[in-house]
């Protein structure tokens, strides 16, 4: 490689990770505040009011507990906060009784491990138990007796909880932008099974079974930032208003859910039905059109379920909705132009995953099936 194309990469790289770095760094202004605020306060408040010595703990303790995750959850904060303390006032009972030195902080760490283990399977509780347990046993006792430092701890979790529940980031950011990628994601395989029936391109029908059984991850992400957001909404006062649209995102990813799995279905009939020429020209194109159609809805129902303003998402709702009750009512192989059994298969599969669209714009699933032909 030339000398001078070596530097323009190495440019090109050190641009892209200051950029990046940038991004990063402007994004984590409101929590680097929080986790300062929470550290400065518990020391502060362990110092002047409770008249400890250095009580380092105190920052530790919440800082370790408030941690750097984009959405702090309540029950990450109260295992991290407990690991803390228990750890701390472990070390601080075995100090008692053991004394200080190697052999005594490999018994301390040891027990505290076990005791962690038959308290909790999570590996952060484990780690912060044990851990916390090491440093008391290694650091000399402070001033007041062992046991301060154990209040210390204490203090440390109850301000990182205080912040979690009073200060929370809105709790609708992450399961609005996860949503938004996954319904990216579903419009790209219908959009990709249309272009396989186009193609009569069975491989690359099969690339679009491959993506939406891919979807299942970014699946299981939304679903645990659900339950996060859910669980914010319900104990902080700034959101406890937004229950309401969290319980209405809660009921269209579940069906969601299930169009994603029955869009892993059609995609792998789908790939049968092109190996074997299953559709005529005219059914190629109507089935296409249909698949296009509903891929069009699926990111007009991505917009408005990821959007901040209710107007904007009631209308787009209501676009989405019109737009796939469309879709649904050509759903008859005679419609489609389809006659051979194998075909027909293929509509039979398209109708529930839009009907499961359908129930994701609000309606019931009686409601969503009414717009379906009878076969």
């Known amino acids: 490689?030339?000398?001078?194309?070596?530097?323009?990469?190495?440019?090109a790289f050190l641009r892209k990770r200051?950029?990046?770095?940038?991004?990063?760094?402007?994004?984590?202004?409101?929590?680097?505040?929080q986790m300062t605020a929470c550290a400065v306060g518990a020391y502060a408040f362990a110092e002047h009011v409770l008249g400890h010595s250095g009580p380092l703990f105190a920052a530790t303790s919440s800082m370790i507990s408030l941690g750097f995750s984009r959405d702090p959850r309540i029950r990450r904060v109260l295992e991290v906060a407990i690991g803390c303390t228990l750890g701390?006032?472990?070390?601080?009972?075995?100090?008692?009784?053991?004394?200080?030195?190697?052999?005594?902080?490999a018994v301390v760490l040891f027990i505290s491990i076990l005791l962690a283990r038959f308290l909790d399977s999570g590996t952060i509780f484990t780690t912060q138990l044990g851990l916390q347990s090491l440093l008391v046993v290694l650091l000399p006792a402070p001033q007041g007796g062992p046991f301060t430092r154990s209040v210390d701890a204490i203090v440390g979790g109850l301000?990182?909880?205080?912040?979690t529940v009073l200060l929370p980031r809105d709790p609708r950011r992450e399961p609005k932008t996860n949503v938004r990628g996954l319904l990216g994601e579903l419009s790209g395989v219908l959009r990709d099974g249309a272009s396989a029936l186009r193609q009569s391109d069975s491989t690359l029908a099969w690339h679009a079974l491959v993506r939406a059984r891919s979807c299942q991850a970014q699946l299981d992400t939304l679903t645990g930032g659900m339950r996060a957001a859910e669980?914010?909404?319900r104990i902080s006062p700034a959101y406890r208003r937004h229950r309401d649209e969290l319980g209405d995102l809660r009921s269209a990813i579940d069906s969601i859910d299930l169009?994603?799995?029955?869009?892993?279905?059609?995609?792998?009939?789908?790939?049968?039905?092109?190996?074997?020429?299953?559709?005529?020209?005219?059914?190629?194109?109507t089935l296409g059109q249909a698949l296009e159609d509903t891929a069009d809805a699926v990111d007009v129902l991505s917009r408005a379920l990821s959007a901040g303003d209710?107007?904007?998402?009631?209308?787009?709702?209501?676009?989405a909705r019109n737009e796939l009750a469309a879709v649904a009512t050509d759903l008859h192989p005679v419609t489609l132009n389809i006659s051979r059994l194998e075909g027909e298969g293929l509509v039979l599969l398209l109708r529930p995953l839009?009907?499961?669209?359908?129930?994701?714009?609000?309606?019931?699933?009686?409601?969503a099936s009414g717009y379906l032909p009878r076969l």
């Open 88 to 105: 701390i006032s472990v070390g601080d009972l075995l100090l008692t009784f053991f004394g200080t030195g190697l052999w005594q902080a």
């Open 259 to 285: 169009a994603i799995r029955n869009s892993r279905v059609f995609s792998r009939r789908l790939t049968s039905a092109i190996n074997h020429a299953a559709l005529t020209d005219e059914a190629i194109e």
């Open 1 to 11: 490689m030339p000398p001078r194309q070596g530097v323009s990469k190495a440019l």
């Open 354 to 367: 839009v009907v499961d669209l359908l129930s994701a714009t609000g309606l019931s699933h009686e409601d």
């Open 18 to 33: 200051s950029r990046i770095g940038f991004r990063r760094s402007s994004n984590s202004v409101v929590p680097a505040l």
């Open 231 to 233: 669980e914010v909404a």
């Open 310 to 319: 209710s107007a904007e998402r009631r209308l787009n709702l209501r676009q």
């Open 159 to 163: 301000f990182a909880l205080a912040i």
